[in-house]
T-cell receptor, first 112, second 113 residues
Framework: GENVEQHPSTLSVQEGDSAVIKCTYSDSASNYFPWYKQELGKRPQLIIDIRSNVGEKKDQRIAVTLNKTAKHFSLHITETQPEDSAVYFCAAIYSGTYKYIFGTGTRLKVLA | SQTIHQWPATLVQPVGSPLSLECTVEGTSNPNLYWYRQAAGRGLQLLFYSVGIGQISSEVPQNLSASRPQDRQFILSSKKLLLSDSGFYLC????????????FGQGTRLTVV
């Protein structure tokens, strides 16, 4: 069945360093790959997304890359700040079923 | 603008009692609707999703059921709660079609005692 694997499960970086979170999806028909940020006790919120016809997308300090051949996509956060500390989820949308499958999450800690 | 309402925010229920969580969406028609469960410190597990009234797809065999009696209403139920049903339940919606953002409700923290 459909599956999204996400690594690492936890990530600690020094303030100002970069953070990279990676995901792998199983269904090659997937066509939409969003990333969500969830702060403690709150709902997940979209921070960036990418579609299958694009290889890379950037929004200020956040970027996402997609390798369709390898079925990998990654989130890159540069110049990390303490407020970036949160749980990050990747997701894949399976075309035709509209099934929204999330990865297992990465707890990012930015150390001041 | 579109909004999603989910209630209650917190709930403490004894083992064996019934459950009903409700989610409604405003400002859009025929949304895709989703129920997720998030155990403490864990990921988002898809429980049910619906692409239309009366159309429910179940992802995980469990003690829960879902219904969509109206276009913008999604209900999560259980006849008898188990301790393992404790968790953070999130309702979400997205615009029909491929590749759209999911918007989440505030969540319900359920503790089964």
């Amino acid at each position: 069945g459909e599956n999204v694997e996400q690594h690492p499960s936890t990530l600690s970086v020094q303030e100002g360093d970069s953070a990279v979170i990676k995901c792998t999806y199983s269904d090659s028909a997937s066509n939409y790959f969003p990333w969500y940020k969830q702060e403690l006790g709150k709902r997940p919120q979209l921070i960036i997304d990418i579609r299958s016809n694009v290889g890379e997308k950037k929004d200020q300090r956040i970027a996402v890359t997609l390798n369709k051949t390898a079925k990998h996509f990654s989130l890159h956060i540069t110049e990390t700040q303490p407020e970036d500390s949160a749980v990050y989820f990747c997701a894949a949308i399976y075309s035709g079923t509209y099934k929204y499958i999330f990865g297992t999450g990465t707890r990012l800690k930015v150390l001041a | 603008s579109q909004t999603i309402h989910q209630w209650p925010a917190t709930l403490v229920q004894p083992v064996g009692s019934p459950l009903s969580l409700e989610c409604t969406v405003e400002g859009t028609s025929n949304p895709n609707l989703y129920w997720y469960r998030q155990a403490a410190g864990r990921g988002l597990q898809l429980l049910f999703y619906s692409v239309g009234i009366g159309q429910i797809s179940s992802e995980v065999p469990q003690n829960l059921s879902a219904s969509r009696p109206q276009d913008r209403q999604f209900i999560l139920s259980s006849k008898k709660l188990l301790l393992s049903d404790s968790g953070f339940y999130l309702c979400a919606w997205s615009v029909p079609g491929d590749g759209t953002e999911a918007f989440f409700g505030q969540g319900t923290r359920l503790t089964v005692v």
